[in-house]
């Protein structure tokens, strides 16, 4: 059992366009994590989402965690080709539990 | 401060070859971790060491082998590779920062098993 889903598994769009991608569970997480991974890279941590409710920014990216602590969004405003990547929502248990990804392309 | 590395970053076995993968960090982080990723796949956690002198299997441990050999050095052995072993390897290490507990990973082994 995926204890974190990841939609949607792919994503394609034009630059300048926004995007929301997004991250469930059934479970409650202390705390949940972003990652970007870019092509022959290994992820890199991008937030920490601790509090129900909490909002972070990141430049042009906006993650929300959810008031339950089950699920997150990753808000892209304006995505530009750099924003090309994996991107991994990972829940805190020992060890961390991944979701499968979304895979974003952005197109200039 | 190199984070963490791993070698080597390309390699190609052929089936019953046996090799190691090479992992290091240098962030006095107590716990080390190996995973696999595979298309569609995701990361999967093949084992970690939550502190030195321990490991513990995870999701995809069969037909490895791993050994934390000190804080800053995990590794991890393939005793007979096979062509499903074919995969990206990733080691990480995790710690808590800032933001609470943070991994942070190496730049990869693309193992190729022919």
């Known amino acids: 059992t995926q204890l974190l889903e990841q939609s949607p598994q792919f994503l394609s769009i034009q630059e300048g366009e926004n995007l929301t991608v997004y991250c469930n569970s059934s479970?409650?997480?202390?705390?949940l994590q972003w990652y970007r991974q870019e092509p022959g890279e290994g992820p890199v941590l991008l937030v920490t989402?601790?509090?129900?409710?909490e909002v972070k920014k990141l430049k042009r990216l906006t993650f929300q965690f959810g008031d339950a602590r089950k699920d997150s969004s990753l808000h892209i405003t304006a995505a530009q080709p750099g924003d090309t990547g994996l991107y991994l929502c990972?829940?805190?248990?020992?060890?961390?539990?991944f979701g499968k990804g979304t895979r974003l392309s952005v197109i200039a | 401060n190199a984070g963490v590395t791993q070698t080597p970053k390309f390699q190609v076995l052929k089936t019953g070859q046996s090799m190691t993968l090479q992992c290091a960090q240098d962030?006095?982080?107590?716990?080390m971790y190996w995973y696999r990723q595979d298309p569609g796949m995701g990361l999967r956690l093949i084992y970690y060491?939550?502190?030195?002198?321990?490991?513990d299997k995870g999701e995809v441990p069969n037909g490895y082998n791993v050994s934390r050999l000190n804080k800053r050095e995990f590794s991890l052995r393939l005793e007979s590779a096979a062509p499903s072993q074919t995969s990206v390897y990733f080691c990480?290490?995790?710690?808590f920062g800032g933001g609470g507990y943070e991994q942070y990973f190496g730049p990869g082994t693309r193992l190729t098993v022919t």
């Open positions: 990480a290490s995790s710690g």
């Open positions: 479970s409650v997480f202390s705390s």
């Open positions: 989402v601790v509090t129900g409710g």
């Open positions: 990972a829940g805190a248990y020992t060890p961390l539990v």
């Open positions: 962030m006095n982080h107590n716990s």
């Open positions: 060491s939550a502190s030195e002198g321990t490991t």
